[in-house]
């Protein structure tokens, strides 16, 4: 089992930044990925951004050059720097942990709002 917890989320103006935080405990087996995901009222869920433990990154093109994603492994910790918000990015933010596809666990999200 993995348990997730994010936080950072919060309301901002569009153009400001942001940074979640996805901190994981449990039973941590290598390889792994760990991303962010986000759900906007009425939208399908959809992916972010990924990292897995050796630090590969992939990211949606509507947020490239703006998000980061960042993996610290000695805390289990996995952040999101959010710059240049905008109005869409709005949604929940949901951490999500997979490692097989029965090893997958996801936190309960954190509320992103950013105002025009």
């Known amino acids: 089992q993995v348990q997730l917890v994010e936080s950072g989320g919060g309301l901002v103006q569009a153009g400001e930044s942001l940074r979640l935080s996805c901190k994981f405990s449990?039973?941590?087996?290598?390889?792994?990925?760990v991303g962010w995901y986000r759900q906007a009222p009425g939208k399908q869920c959809e992916p972010v951004a990924t990292i897995n433990n050796s630090g590969f990154t992939n990211y949606t093109n509507s947020v490239k050059g703006r998000f980061t994603i960042a993996r610290a492994n000695a805390e289990n910790t996995v952040y999101l720097q959010m710059n240049s918000l905008k109005p869409e990015d709005t949604a929940v933010y949901y951490c999500?942990?997979?490692?097989?596809?029965?090893?997958?666990?996801w936190g309960k999200g954190t509320l992103v709002t950013v105002s025009s």
């Open positions: 999500n942990f997979h490692r097989t596809i029965i090893s997958d666990y």
């Open positions: 449990g039973t941590i087996f290598s390889p792994n990925t």
